[in-house]
């Protein structure tokens, strides 16, 4: 069975920080490319962060130099660091595993979403 249990969402002020966790069960982890998304309401789900599964990341312009995503093969799991987070960052948080297989096949997991929200 496959999962990704997400944790470490809450409301926190403007400037304040948070670190979402993803652990993932049931594939073959340390083989796919991590990524967190986030939406807001009436917005499209935008990538925030990816992984590669060496360690390579990328990021949404709109967060480089605040958050930081990093992964642990060793315990199947991605943490995502939010930091000096803003009111725009309000949104779900979703962690995303996937894998493309010589670009026949696209596989996708979705872990349930954890709100963050930025308050003031």
């Known amino acids: 069975q496959v999962q990704l249990v997400e944790s470490g969402g809450g409301l926190v002020q403007p400037g304040g920080s948070l670190q979402l966790s993803c652990a993932a069960a049931?594939?073959?982890?340390?083989?796919?490319?991590m990524n967190w998304y986030r939406q807001a309401p009436g917005k499209e789900r935008e990538l925030v962060a990816s992984?590669?599964?060496?360690?390579?990341?990328d990021y949404a312009d709109s967060v480089k130099g605040r958050f930081a995503i990093s992964r642990d093969n060793a315990e199947n799991a991605v943490y995502l660091q939010l930091n000096n987070l803003q009111l725009e960052d309000t949104g779900v948080y979703f962690c995303?595993?996937?894998?493309?297989?010589?670009?026949?096949?696209?596989?996708?997991?979705w872990g349930q979403g954890t709100q963050v929200t930025v308050s003031s």
């Open positions: 995303n595993a996937k894998r493309t297989v010589w670009g026949v096949k696209e596989t996708n997991y």
């Open positions: 992984i590669a599964p060496r360690g390579d990341t």
């Open positions: 049931g594939f073959t982890f340390r083989t796919y490319y």
